[in-house]
């Protein structure tokens, strides 16, 4: 027999645990791979740039000119890439399970390599003599590595009993880092780092809208927003609240102030209009682990396991 209250629990889960769905409207794009591919990028309408590989044996990319209708690959050394950053001046960098940074145009790349075996996660440039690395393993081991491909340097300046899955470059001199329950903040080009009063969360994405709004979720559910340039933020979901439900979420992109994505493992893909207080579930959609997302001129591209590429329309 239910104890008294059981039902007005009940009734409150099921409330909350509710959220509105809508179908997607999508193209899946055939890449003719079933690598994981974990960042994506597009030079312009047509040309679109995608990295992954399969962890501990390959590194690829893959390449379209037609807008994702066919693909060239790419096979390139070392292990699996897991980001890809652009610098001021529209290059693309991407970094992985090796010392070495592979760098994109739409028609050529380039490989620096500095050594043997790291685990980078997630890499920022200002430019290619200003970037930051960070990486970890096994959750509680983390590094932030700085490297100037110019000078052909690559060093450590932060190691930490954490996890490191993100950086940001805000510019020259700001950064943000997070990862395994923690966020720092640095403001002398990554010399030295102050930890932010956010915590609690697997921090694995971030992104910015208009330099100053930020976005950033984390693998346990949660979703955060700061509008000061990193400095203060706010919950916009808190999933180690009792009545908010725990999603792998895997990454975050904001077409604007008001209208963004959420996307994670087992084809999760939620969609606001506004700013990230309310969201609607995406249903139709494959049923992969997405792993990136960007926007460009009306859509959403996302990418995944599988070799996964998908083209979902504003909703």
Known sequence: MLKPGSNLIF??????????????????LITQS?????????????????????????????????AGHEWQRITLEGRGLYAMAADRSGKIYSCGLDK????????????????????????????????ILAGGESIGKGYLYKASLSAGTMEEIFSL???????????????????????????????S??????????????????????????????IYRSADYGK???TLRDATKIFVSAKPFRCICFKNL???IVAGEQGIVWLTKDSGYHWISLEGLPGVDYLDAQYRNGNYW?????GTVICLKDQ
């Open 11 to 28: 009734l409150m889960l099921f409330i909350f645990s509710c959220r509105k769905e809508e179908s997607a409207s999508f193209n899946l």
């Open 34 to 66: 079933s690598d994981e591919l974990t960042a994506i990028h597009l030079f312009d309408d047509n040309q679109i740039l995608a990295v992954g590989g399969k962890t501990w044996e390959r590194s690829v990319a893959l390449v379209s000119h037609d």
């Open 100 to 131: 070495r940074i592979f760098t994109f145009t739409p028609q050529t790349h380039q490989q620096y390599l500095f050594g043997d075996y790291i685990a980078f996660k997630s890499l920022d440039v200002y430019d290619s003599a200003h970037i």
């Open 161 to 191: 009993n954490r996890e490191m899955n993100v950086v940001h470059c805000i510019d020259s001199l700001r950064w943000l880092a997070a990862g395994f329950g923690l966020l720092i903040r640095s403001v002398d080009g990554g010399n």
């Open 193 to 222: 780092w102050d930890t932010l009063d956010i915590r609690g969360e697997h921090f694995l994405d971030l992104c910015t809208i208009q330099d100053s709004v930020m976005f950033l979720c984390g693998i346990g559910g949660s």
């Open 232 to 234: 203060h933020w706010i």
């Open 258 to 260: 008001n209208e963004g």
């Open 302 to 306: 996302i990418c995944g396991s599988n």
